[in-house]
């Protein structure tokens, strides 16, 4: 009995694994993302580059941060690197991100100009954070599939971020 009720409380308390990793699909797309938890998703209109999209978001929080994968359809007549730099710009202006380091980042069969960047910065809040995030698009059908990942934490550990940012792939 003592085995049971103490297999009982661990699985309710500190037993539990801090990331649950879990396969997400977007509707509509070939793109596939691991999360480190079960996501929240909603749909949105917003404006990138010069075009009105419908954003599709799938977030959690686990591990004191906060994990989001961010995809839309555009036209193929778009200046990948105008929509790279416009979408970057606008997540580290309302990061108020210093001390950006990019690197390319590689992505099979991707446009080219897929970037993983870092930074620090601050939340709405005040608090200082860490920040890292992927962009990269795909040709798909007539358009191209563009994906902006992000990880928010304190202090962000690299095998987790890695693990994140590998986890975003097409089949």
């Given at each position: 009995m003592r085995i049971f009720i103490g297999l009982w409380v661990c699985l309710l308390t500190a037993c539990q694994p801090t990331y649950n990793w879990r396969d997400v699909t977007?509707?509509?797309?070939?793109?596939?993302?691991?999360?480190?938890?079960?996501?929240?998703?909603?749909?949105?209109?917003?404006?990138?580059?010069?075009?009105?999209?419908?954003?599709?978001?799938?977030?959690?929080?686990?591990?004191?941060?906060?994990?989001?994968?961010?995809?839309?359809?555009m036209n193929q007549g778009l200046d990948p690197s105008q929509v790279l730099q416009g979408w970057q710009a606008a997540t580290w202006r309302t990061l108020q991100a210093v001390s950006l380091q990019s690197r390319p980042w590689p992505a099979p069969q991707a446009v080219p100009g897929a970037v993983r960047v870092s930074a620090n910065g601050s939340q709405a809040n005040g608090q200082p954070t860490q920040a890292q995030g992927v962009w990269v698009a795909w040709p798909e059908g007539d358009g191209v599939q563009w994906v902006n990942a992000m990880v928010y934490q304190t202090h962000i550990q690299a095998?987790?971020?890695?693990?994140?940012?590998?986890g975003i792939r097409r089949p």
């Amino acid at each position: 009995m003592r085995i049971f009720i103490g297999l009982w409380v661990c699985l309710l308390t500190a037993c539990q694994p801090t990331y649950n990793w879990r396969d997400v699909t977007f509707e509509g797309t070939q793109l596939k993302a691991q999360l480190p938890c079960k996501p929240d998703r909603a749909t949105r209109e917003v404006t990138i580059g010069q075009a009105q999209v419908k954003l599709q978001v799938a977030g959690c929080e686990a591990g004191n941060g906060m994990w989001v994968v961010m995809t839309t359809r555009m036209n193929q007549g778009l200046d990948p690197s105008q929509v790279l730099q416009g979408w970057q710009a606008a997540t580290w202006r309302t990061l108020q991100a210093v001390s950006l380091q990019s690197r390319p980042w590689p992505a099979p069969q991707a446009v080219p100009g897929a970037v993983r960047v870092s930074a620090n910065g601050s939340q709405a809040n005040g608090q200082p954070t860490q920040a890292q995030g992927v962009w990269v698009a795909w040709p798909e059908g007539d358009g191209v599939q563009w994906v902006n990942a992000m990880v928010y934490q304190t202090h962000i550990q690299a095998e987790t971020a890695d693990t994140f940012f590998e986890g975003i792939r097409r089949p």
